[in-house]
């Protein structure tokens, strides 16, 4: 018997990293290779002819498992019904603008799709921020869905972790697929902490397996300022590879992390670690009966502390700035 449909959401269908997700969606890669996917676009009114180009072209590659394509401007309509909703359509940081106008521009955008999601979408629905400020953009849309529980609402820093693991497996001469338990935390941007104490490879520490100078001055700040290095070489911002981040991330949150292993995502804390309740910051998580659940009872030394706290400190800043401006 063929599943049901899962209804899909993506915003900023017309943007770079949507031209580089929804092929993927559409060819089954996001869930599983047997269920058929319902799409639903959403974008600005001025974007929408540019989103309907890209559903032709959905429509022409045939995909077995794409059932149907809906494109709007009109997030009631995007969210209804939805079982996964990536939120990828943001305001970017244009020239003079401050962190908090960047945020109250997103709170725009993030507000009103909070509200349509606890209007209409799924009871079992998953909600994932790409978009950035992405840990913001994810805690705004999350106080405007007081129906839907806290837990579905996630930030990505999948993107971070795969960088991580990439970075790691060139220095040691592995496969990234012979390390496990990396972690990022804190939030989407210069401040996120790549944890490499709890890291192993080939089952022993891979902290233990690298210079300190490397981790401090070579490893973390490659991954934490990569996604500026990526716009330096190629004029634009990561797409193909947040796009499969935001695959990574989904699939694991519906399929499960490998028994021995964990991922990172931004996730609601409850308080664990010393990160304030409430915040969507990232930690190293196991996603287990289609959950996502924080990482317990790891030591965190005095380096990691520091560099835990710093970017920790940087989203309770941003929450205050969006309950200043009304938002959460
Ligand atoms: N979390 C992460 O690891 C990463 C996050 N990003 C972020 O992802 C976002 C999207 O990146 P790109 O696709 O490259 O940008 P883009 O500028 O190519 O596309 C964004 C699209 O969003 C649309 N949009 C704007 N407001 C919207 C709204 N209210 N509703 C629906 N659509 C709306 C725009 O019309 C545009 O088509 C950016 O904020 C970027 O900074 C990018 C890479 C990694
Ligand atoms: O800075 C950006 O817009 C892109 C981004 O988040 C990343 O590549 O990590």
Known sequence: MTPSPVT???????????????????SGQLIGPDIPIKLKLLEIPQAVTAAEGTAMELTDCAFPLLHSIDV????????????????????PRTQGMERGDLLEANGGIFKPQGE?????????????AVGNPANTNALITQAHAPDVPAERFTAMTRLDHNRALAQLAAKLGVGVGDIRKLAIWGN??????PDLFHAEVGGKSAAEQVDRSWLADEFIPTVAKRGAAIIDA?????AASAANAAIDHVHTWVNGTAEGDWTSAGVV??????VPEGLISSFPVVARNGRYEIVQGLDIDEFSRERIDASVAELSEERDTVRKLGLV
């Open 8 to 26: 899909v959401t993506v915003t900023g269908a017309a943007g770079q990293i949507g031209y580089a997700l929804l092929f993927r969606i559409a």
């Open 234 to 238: 190629r004029g634009a911002s990561s």
């Open 269 to 274: 804390s409850d308080g664990s670690y010393g």
């Open 72 to 91: 709007t401007d009109d997030a009631r309509q995007a969210f209804d019904g939805t079982n996964i909703a990536l939120l990828v359509g943001a305001r």
């Open 116 to 128: 349509a999601i606890n209007a209409g979408a799924a009871s079992d629905v998953r909600v994932l």
């Open 188 to 193: 989407h941007s210069a401040t996120q902490y």
